[in-house]
């Protein structure tokens, strides 16, 4: 079982950056990632990053790609998106996730999930 704790949230202007963070304990070696939801919307996958032997690389929605970078700390396995260049679009709730499958998170249904931060773009 992995434990996740978001935090990083806030209001920004269009076009600032944010930076979340997600506090990870238990056994993380597995897809790591982080999904949003909008009220009224469906769930979206932003980014994911396997944490497990062979790590490959990133994966970026469309919608966050050149924008948004995901990383992990190897000493303490606290994960990162470094958000840049925010839209109002980027209006969500975000959430930390882990699961064996990315498309899992990509869904916005992991087994494992964090119970967000808030992120405001005006």
């Known amino acids: 079982h992995v434990q996740l704790v978001e935090s990083g949230g806030g209001s920004v202007e269009a076009g600032g950056s944010l930076k979340l963070s997600c506090a990870v304990s238990?056994?993380?070696?597995?897809?790591m990632g982080w999904f949003r939801q909008a009220p009224g919307k469906d769930a979206e996958g932003i980014a994911g990053?396997?944490?497990?032997?062979?790590?490959?690389?990133?994966y970026y929605a469309d919608s966050v790609k050149g924008r948004f970078i995901i990383s992990q700390d190897k000493e303490d396995s606290t994960l990162y998106p470094q958000m840049n260049s925010l839209k109002p679009e980027d209006t969500a709730m975000y959430y930390c996730?882990?699961?064996?499958?990315?498309?899992?998170?990509?869904?916005?249904?992991?087994?494992?999930r964090g119970r967000g931060t808030q992120v405001t773009v005006s």
């Open positions: 990053l396997f944490t497990g032997i062979d790590v490959g690389s990133p």
């Open positions: 238990g056994d993380s070696k597995m897809w």
């Open positions: 996730a882990a699961d064996a499958m990315l498309g899992s998170i990509l869904r916005g249904f992991p087994s494992n």
